[in-house]
């Protein structure tokens, strides 16, 4: 039926597709039944724009998932389980995150304080679950981590760093 790539391509940009129909469904019925809808076709409008940009930004983050390994993402966790190395890592005591495109494949370094890297493909199955993870770290800019992740430099980058002065803040009190 479908192509095995033009499926993958499909649930790669699914969130887009589905932004797309819901907007387009909005302005079907702003302009068609006269007044009754513009309401409703206006509050799907600006859902639907909303998941096309949050769409738009998945789909640049997701890949095709053929790495080496596994990653899980529960309840702050993450778990990477690979044929060599593994290893968890909590969100709330990670203190650095960086793309290194000179391992192959590109890899995330994650960094918590006394406890060796994490080293997780940015191909592994499940690596996706990472977008909403990093979304929930605080100073973290997406669009700093679509930028490494679609470089063309082969030298590591620091995407997100805790700032050591106000976690020494935080636990004083």
Same mark, same amino acid.
């Given at each position: 039926?479908?192509?095995?790539?033009?499926k993958?391509?499909?649930?790669?940009?699914?969130?887009?597709?589905?932004?797309?129909?819901?907007?387009?469904?909005?302005?079907?019925?702003?302009?068609?039944?006269?007044?009754?809808?513009?309401?409703?076709?206006?509050?799907?409008?600006?859902?639907?724009a909303a998941?096309?940009?949050?769409?738009?930004q998945?789909?640049?983050?997701?890949?095709?998932?053929?790495?080496?390994?596994?990653v899980?993402?529960?309840?702050?966790?993450?778990?990477?389980?690979?044929?060599?190395?593994?290893?968890?890592?909590?969100?709330?005591?990670?203190d650095?995150v960086?793309?290194?495109?000179?391992?192959?494949?590109?890899?995330?370094?994650?960094?918590?304080?006394?406890?060796?890297? +994490?080293?997780i493909?940015?191909?592994?199955e499940?690596?996706e679950?990472?977008?909403?993870?990093?979304?929930?770290?605080?100073?973290?800019?997406?669009?700093?981590? +679509?930028s490494?992740?679609?470089?063309?430099?082969?030298?590591?980058?620091?995407?997100?760093?805790?700032?050591l002065?106000?976690?020494?803040?935080a636990?004083?009190?």
């Amino acid at each position: 039926m479908i192509r095995p790539e033009a499926k993958a391509q499909l649930l790669r940009w699914r969130e887009v597709l589905a932004g797309a129909f819901a907007f387009l469904l909005g302005l079907w019925w702003l302009v068609g039944p006269g007044n009754l809808l513009i309401l409703p076709g206006v509050a799907l409008m600006v859902a639907g724009a909303a998941l096309i940009w949050v769409g738009a930004q998945r789909a640049r983050f997701r890949s095709a998932g053929q790495g080496p390994g596994a990653v899980q993402v529960d309840e702050g966790q993450i778990t990477y389980f690979g044929p060599l190395t593994g290893g968890a890592v909590d969100l709330r005591d990670l203190d650095r995150v960086v793309l290194d495109p000179t391992l192959h494949p590109t890899h995330w370094r994650l960094r918590q304080r006394g406890h060796p890297e +994490l080293l997780i493909p940015v191909n592994a199955e499940g690596a996706e679950a990472l977008f909403d993870a990093f979304a929930t770290l605080e100073g973290l800019r997406m669009a700093q981590v +679509l930028s490494a992740l679609n470089s063309l430099e082969n030298l590591p980058v620091v995407v997100w760093q805790r700032d050591l002065v106000i976690s020494a803040q935080a636990t004083l009190h």
